[in-house]
Structure formats: structure tokens, C-alpha cells
């Protein structure tokens, strides 16, 4: 991990910027901020799979409807 460094906060507009010396760059175009206290952590985003966001949700309790119930038979569509 690198040494804390003193950075410079500036006015881009309306808003407070940081430059980011290079050692502490992130990947990517975009990041999440959050406030902790009196810091503030930017965090990279990272691209996972779909198969691992749906590992890392809970299970969902609720039952579902029978959704054939109540329908008419299927039939095959030329297209």
C-alpha cells in the first residue's frame, strides 16, 4: 500500500476537486465516494460477473404464483 500523501483540493466550477498523485490511481472511468466520518473513501468500481451478484444476494422467501395457472394451452408461432 502507498504512503499517505498531502494532495491539493481545488474548485473545478462549482465543485471540490483532488488531484490524485499517479501511484494512487484508479481503473476506470467512474468511482463510489462515501463518507465515513470526516473522511472520505473513493473506491473503485469493479466489473464482476452476473453469476457472482446473484451468488452474493440472499435467497428470496416469497412464493410465487403457478403462472400457467388460468392459461389457455400453448401453441407454436410461425414466424
Not at 34 to 39: C, L
Not at 48 to 60: K, M, P, T
Amino acid at each position: 500500500m502507498a504512503e499517505a500523501r498531502q494532495v491539493s483540493l481545488f474548485r473545478n466550477g462549482r465543485n471540490q476537486a483532488v488531484r490524485i498523485p499517479v501511484e494512487f490511481e484508479l481503473q476506470g472511468e467512474a468511482a463510489l465516494m462515501h463518507r465515513e466520518g470526516d473522511r472520505l473513501v473513493i473506491e473503485p468500481i469493479r466489473k464482476g460477473n452476473l453469476l457472482a451478484l446473484l451468488a452474493s444476494w440472499d435467497a428470496i422467501e416469497d412464493d410465487f404464483p403457478d403462472f400457467d395457472e388460468g392459461q389457455g394451452p400453448s401453441r407454436d408461432v410461425d414466424l
